[in-house]
């Protein structure tokens, strides 16, 4: 790993927006894959969370991390032209209902739309009836929940629910990522799970391109 990547998680670490955002331009300038240097700081926000969960950090500096997080993001994509090429069915995309995190969310959209992805982004805090209207009107075959909470394992499993409830259960891949694992995705029932944002084009490319769902 570069010295810059590794800077990159203690400065997010420690909050750190001017050494971030030099070391980010600093990768760009280099040629360093700008997913690259998101995953570092991603990392960076993990150990937040961790020192606000020993009582170190306050809300406020989760607050603070996801400032610097959506600068980034701005950086990063200040001179990307998201155009769908692809002529896939449009995939649903939404953070689930109690959870407003949406970061990871907005990198992972920004990546599949980078690589040719028509998205409905139905925003954060999403119930489940929310889902199934947009998987109606795009007649989508993919959808992609993301949660950070606790609740938001309950919110993915009604939403997966009510797309059985309502008849499309069958036809849909659901794919969940945030602070997700093995157990949570079979706990909500979900097709997949990823927390590597970098994996998501290839196997929503591999869902789409066949006929029959995957799993
Ligand atoms: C920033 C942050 C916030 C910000 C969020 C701002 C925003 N616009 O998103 C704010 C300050 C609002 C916030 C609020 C809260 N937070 Co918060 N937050 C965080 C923090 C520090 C970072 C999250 C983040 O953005 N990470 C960076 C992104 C890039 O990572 P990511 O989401 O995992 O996404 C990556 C992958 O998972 C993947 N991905 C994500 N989704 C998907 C979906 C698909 C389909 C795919 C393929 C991939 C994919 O792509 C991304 C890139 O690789 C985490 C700590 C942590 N360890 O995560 C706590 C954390 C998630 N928060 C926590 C808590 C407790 C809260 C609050 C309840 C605090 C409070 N007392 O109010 C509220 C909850 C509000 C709510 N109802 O949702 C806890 C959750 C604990 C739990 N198990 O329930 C954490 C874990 C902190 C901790 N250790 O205690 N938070």
């Excluded at 989760?62 to 950086?75: G, H, N, P, R, Y």
């Excluded at 995309?93 to 992805?117: A, C, L, P, Q, R």
């Excluded at 949660?147 to 499993?157: P, Q």
């Excluded at 794919?175 to 990823?194: K, P």
């Amino acid at each position: 790993m570069l010295k810059i990547q590794k800077m990159l998680v203690g400065a997010m670490a420690r909050l750190d927006e001017t050494m971030v955002m030099n070391l980010v331009k600093q990768g760009l300038q280099m040629g360093i894959n700008p997913y690259v240097l998101l995953e570092e700081i991603r990392l960076g926000t993990d150990r937040v969370g961790e020192l606000y969960s020993k009582g170190e950090y306050f809300l406020s500096d989760l607050i603070m991390a996801s400032e610097i997080f959506k600068d980034v993001l701005t950086l990063v994509n200040q001179d990307r032209v998201f155009t769908a090429i692809a002529s896939y069915p449009t995939v649903v995309f939404g953070t689930v209902e109690n959870d407003i995190h949406d970061i990871g969310k907005n990198i992972t959209t920004g990546i599949m739309s980078y690589n040719g992805f028509d998205i409905c982004d139905l925003g954060v805090d999403v119930p489940g009836e929310k889902f199934v209207e947009a998987v109606e009107l795009h007649n989508s075959r993919v959808v992609c929940l993301t949660g950070l909470i606790t609740e938001a394992f309950d919110s993915m499993k009604n939403t997966i629910a009510l797309l059985e409830k309502t008849g499309h259960r069958a036809r849909t891949t659901v794919i969940i990522g945030g602070l997700v694992n093995e157990s949570v995705r079979i706990y909500t029932g979900a097709d997949y799970w990823t927390t590597d944002c970098n994996k998501v084009n290839e196997l929503c490319r591999n869902i789409l391109m066949t006929n029959r769902k995957i799993v």
